[in-house]
């Protein structure tokens, strides 16, 4: 789909007036800036470093391979084909049975935007901090300080503002045009950052605390959870938001190679960001920090590194403006499937669609801005399980029950993918439901553990 299409129609089919992308790579862009994100940062590179290194990544690649991108897949035909958000295109191919799915991922969707814009809100503080008043000297305690409380709020509430602001404004003037911009932007950033880092002196053991395999880790359940869990998360799948943006599609464009580019370029970025991280954080011997947990890798011994290495102040910038981004063009997807829902159940028009979603959003969110053991709780849910149970919803829709599913997968594909359409259609059958429902066990027990240990450690004290 090289042609633009003007607001209104959609490239030749009888869809009545929904707004469309208005070039390929406002798509592409879109669906991209709403992968990479604060998972590629914030999780991806500690789960990698944690779980087996490059064994970790092979896992990982396997993962997107087999499972991402046929579950992308999935949802790009389903958003294309009917047009219509997360609820309504559920009902339209599957009747009233599927439309509880349809619910699940709008409230995913609220639920990830709610703590996810909190982390968020500690990245733009980072970014804005770093060039005006420097970083911190002594980042763990700093970071206590402004991870939880009042000023959590403020910059959660910040971000939702902006969240909003582009959502509100529409397809192709807000979201796609943020993501023309955004995302080349970030991709130059990530690139310059990794090179950097590698002439840092501690890289070659940061390089090697990243990727030195452990194959025994492999063989762990909750390492297998997570890999699968971080692939969703990552990918944006399991709620709706690759739906969504797919059904601001023309009917001609080829999904497979769409959903090839944009799992690619999701792992491209997540493995640079680890080439930086890792560097960083043993150049100034603040390894200790990173086993702790996920959040202490990115907002503790950064920052630390930042504030004692030469040049620090400017490269921490870079980095956290790029993360901000990242966070930024992800945050929209996920108030585009709320917003987009609410437009077409409710008839609201798009600017009240998005502000209330937003508001209710926000409120929601201060309870994670104002404790992290919330916030904790809620990826957990949300960012795990709920998107398991959504994926595994979705691969059972198109694989047993959406009407031919592979004519919509064939549509408008190049001969290339087009040899592949049988072995995807094989995979999202008989592969996915399986090894999605072995991870949702995972998931599910890692959850109410969590949850158990939440309340345990709340009632306890
Ligand atoms: N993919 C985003 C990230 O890696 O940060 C997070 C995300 C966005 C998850 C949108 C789900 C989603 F629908």
């Not at 709008?106 to 639920?111: D, I, Y």
């Not at 580019?261 to 043993?282: E, R």
């Not at 398991?388 to 059972?396: E, N, P, Y």
Request: hydrophobic share 55%; with cysteine.
């Amino acid at each position: 789909m090289s042609q633009p299409s003007a607001p209104g129609t959609s490239g030749g089919d009888t869809v009545s007036a929904r707004e469309l992308f208005g070039t390929k790579w406002g798509f592409v862009l879109a669906a991209v800036g709403s992968a990479v994100g604060l998972g590629n940062m914030w999780r991806f590179s500690y789960i990698a470093a944690e779980g087996g290194g490059a064994a970790f990544l092979l896992l990982y690649i396997v993962m997107v391979l087999l499972i991402g991108i046929p579950l992308m897949l999935c949802e790009l035909t389903v958003g294309r084909k009917t047009h219509l958000s997360p609820i309504g295109a559920l009902r339209q191919l599957g009747g009233k049975a599927w439309v509880p799915l349809g619910f699940l991922f709008v409230v995913t969707g609220f639920l990830i935007l709610s703590y996810y814009s909190v982390i968020a809100g500690w990245t733009m503080r980072y970014a804005v901090e770093g060039i005006t008043t420097g970083f911190p000297a002594a980042p763990g305690e700093y970071f206590g300080q402004i991870s939880e409380g009042a000023s959590a709020v403020w910059w959660h509430l910040g971000f939702m503002v902006l969240t909003m602001a582009i959502v509100m404004v529409g397809v192709q003037k807000g979201i796609e045009r943020a993501a023309l911009i955004l995302m080349p932007t970030l991709f130059l950033i990530i690139v310059g950052l990794a090179v950097w880092a590698g002439t840092l002196e501690g890289a070659a053991e940061g390089y090697a605390f990243y990727l030195v395999p452990e194959w025994g880790e492999l063989m762990d359940g909750t390492v297998l959870r997570q890999a699968a869990a971080q692939a969703f998360f990552s990918l944006s799948l399991g709620m709706g938001a690759m739906l969504t943006f797919a059904s601001y599609l023309s009917r001609d464009t080829d999904l497979n190679q769409e959903a090839v580019t944009i799992s690619f370029a999701d792992f491209g970025v997540a493995f640079l960001a680890g080439l930086v991280v890792f560097p960083v954080v043993f150049a100034l011997g603040l390894q200790g920090d990173v086993s702790e947990s996920t959040v202490g890798a990115l907002f503790i011994s950064l920052p630390g590194a930042f504030a004692e290495m030469q040049g620090g102040r400017v490269v921490g910038t870079i980095f956290f403006v790029a993360l901000a981004v990242g966070a930024i063009t992800s945050a929209i997807s996920l108030l585009e499937v709320v917003t987009s829902s609410i437009i077409d159940e409710l008839g609201m028009v798009r600017r009240n669609a998005a502000i209330s979603a937003g508001v209710v959003i926000a409120i929601i969110g201060v309870l994670s801005a104002l404790s992290i053991d919330v916030l904790g709780l809620a990826d957990q849910i949300a960012g795990d399980l709920f998107l398991v149970i959504g994926a595994l919803g979705m691969s059972v829709f198109v694989g047993w029950f959406m009407k031919d599913p592979a004519a919509e997968l064939a549509r408008g594909a190049g001969t290339t993918f087009s040899r592949f359409i049988p072995a995807v259609m094989f995979l999202i059958r008989f592969v996915l439901p399986p090894v999605i429902a072995v991870v949702l066990w995972f998931a599910g027990r890692d959850a109410w553990n969590a949850i158990w240990e939440f309340f345990g450690v709340a009632l306890g004290g």
